[in-house]
């Protein structure tokens, strides 16, 4: 066996997301006989300490944070109006320092897990001679983004790794571009309490028909949607109550109040429970019936459908973007047109009326999370990708 690949792993978040943890579980499990890990963050945070416990080395990287700071619609504004490049030039220092690290870690890989990562990490891979291997996590709805990363991806990168099939899209015109789904830890996605304790905690009946929903309470993950469907279910269904878990995001607090004052406008504020953020989450997505994704755009992947899956949850999903991937319809859960209130509390409550049924679609989600959704799966993938960029 020859040396392993010195790679640094390069990310400008910090911050638990569903990106940060996918990649600290690659981390955790990568085979060090054959690859050589290294991690760079341009923020400190809870990744930076949890890989750093995991005995792999880090360095934290500063002065790019008005660039990793910027959202979605300022890195559009960046590309589109001349006046706002100097946002993305200040970020300049950073890559330079980037491309000094790998020079002097002699690193044969930098391996890109975020949006701005790949363009500081791609930049500084280049300056210092070494391959680039975008993880690609996201779906870009302004034209202008899509453009950029693939005309970015094909002078930056050997390989862009995809976490689904809709978000490969976007990079038709590469000459190496594969789809590795995104793993989970199986033997970690488990409930510790038990349903009933739990419920009793959130001030649920044991008999109530639950539906909810995780995750990071944005407006474009579709809360006000469940809460539309909740509200035809409820008229229906006295038993169903409903969870949303998860906070907002920075920036988002006012989202949260008006989904509440939303809930109550619609007469089922006191049927819903608004559990914030939770540490336990598995223990909360355990205690539903029934866990819906009811995003409006499309999701790149779909991380929390798969905890669902995994704990033996039958869902119902929005047909679009990598969600999509993940369930097969009429089989490990249903999927439903984005944004159709009316076609999620159908099904919903189709699934919350057949128990039996509910419990068929969560078995067979569950076998097909753990065959195709796991973390062993996608480490090997990922080595695979880096060893022969």
């Known amino acids: 066996m020859g040396k ?11 911050e638990f997301g569903g990106a940060e943890l996918s990649l600290l579980e690659i981390l955790e499990r990568l085979d060090r006989d054959r690859i050589e890990p290294v991690l760079a963050s341009f923020s400190d945070g809870p990744l930076v300490e949890a890989v750093k416990e995991s005995g792999i080395d880090v360095r934290v990287i500063n002065g790019a944070d008005s660039f990793v700071k910027a959202k979605r619609a300022e890195m559009a504004e960046v590309l589109s109006n001349g006046s706002a490049i100097f946002k993305a030039m200040a970020a300049i220092p950073a890559a330079l320092e980037l491309a000094k690290f790998v020079k002097e870690r002699r690193v044969d890989v930098v391996y890109t897990n975020s949006s701005k990562a790949h363009v500081l990490g791609g930049v500084a891979g280049r300056m210092a001679s070494a391959r680039v291997v975008w993880h690609f996590r ?23 790794i995809c976490n689904s099939r809709a978000t490969s899209a976007q990079f038709e015109s590469h ?17 510790i309490r038990g349903m009933v304790d739990v419920r009793n905690e959130l001030g649920l009946n044991e008999d109530a028909r639950i539906i909810g929903m995780a995750g990071r309470l944005q407006r474009w993950k579709g809360v006000h949607v469940f809460l539309d469907a909740a509200g ?11 969870i949303v878990a998860g906070s907002p995001i920075y920036g988002d607090e006012s989202y949260l109040s008006e989904m509440m004052a939303a809930a109550r406008d619609l007469g089922i504020g006191e049927k819903v429970v608004f559990t914030g953020f939770r540490q336990d989450i598995y223990d909360i997505v355990n205690a539903m019936d029934v866990y819906v994704h009811p995003s409006e755009t499309p999701e790149p992947f779909g991380r929390g459908i798969v905890e669902a899956m995994m704990l033996g949850k039958a869902v119902v999903v929005s047909d679009a973007g990598g969600a999509a991937e993940i369930v097969l319809d009429g089989n490990t859960g249903f999927l439903v047109t984005a944004g159709d209130a009316r076609m999620l509390a159908k099904r919903a409550i189709e699934l919350n009326d057949n128990p039996e049924k509910s419990r068929s679609m969560g078995e ?26």
């Not at 996201?138 to 862009?160: G, H, R």
């Not at 000459?175 to 409930?191: H, S, T, W």
């Not at 279910?233 to 038993?239: Q, T």
């Open 232 to 242: 035809i279910i409820a008229k229906g269904s006295p038993k169903a109550r409903f």
């Open 364 to 389: 067979a989600g569950k076998k097909r999370a753990h065959e195709l959704f796991n973390a062993i799966r996608t480490v090997e993938a990922v080595s695979r990708a880096i060893e022969n960029c």
């Open 138 to 160: 996201d779906i870009f709805p302004q034209a202008i983004l899509k453009k950029f990363f693939a005309t970015s991806a094909n002078m930056l990168a050997e390989t862009v």
């Open 175 to 191: 000459k190496d571009c594969r789809v590795v789904y995104n793993g989970l830890p199986v033997e970690k996605v488990k409930a």
């Open 4 to 14: 392993p690949v010195r790679t640094l792993f390069v990310t400008h978040a910090a």
